[in-house]
């Protein structure tokens, strides 16, 4: 009997280890999916609205503008499609939405994907930065909303993320 409560011991503590093993590989692996969105701070650099606008041809607008970049290959993209046919479905007369692809012309603006930059009808920079924060690219953990509101309520936040941790495609 005695030997048979020191295997339930073993046992137990064999099963808890396996657990704590498990949970701790887990939160690596959730962790390290975590990627900084502007590591190399493009968004902050002199005169990045100037080359943004030139290389998207955003100069003349006649109303605010929220470009969308993504790129279809990306991982995240696929998880945040939820969230940018929202973002779509915001459209209206006083903003255009438009998704571009990522590309080679775009990557020394735009540091990763998925983004976004929303320009006012009088071409000054509103938000640039990702499309959400965390591993789940959704509207819960967005900016962009909470920003569009607040420019068609007359306010611009000239918001630039750098540092938001999420998931995103390393250009």
Known sequence: MQN????????????????????????????????????????????????????????DLSKATLALFVDPQCGCTKRSKTHIQQLKNLASSDLDVVVHSYNSTIKDVIPNTPAAVLIDAYGALVYAGPLS???????????????ISNLLAGFNSELVISDAKGCYCIS
């Open 4 to 59: 048979l409560s020191k295997l339930d011991k073993r046992l137990a503590i064999a099963i808890t280890i396996w657990l704590l093993c498990v949970i701790l590989m887990l939160g690596y692996f959730q962790l390290s999916g975590l990627q900084e969105f502007d590591p190399k701070r493009k968004l902050q650099r002199s005169g990045w609205l100037i080359e943004f606008k030139n290389l998207t041809e955003s100069d």
């Open 133 to 147: 924060e965390g591993l789940a690219c959704s509207a819960s953990d967005s900016f962009v909303e909470l920003v």
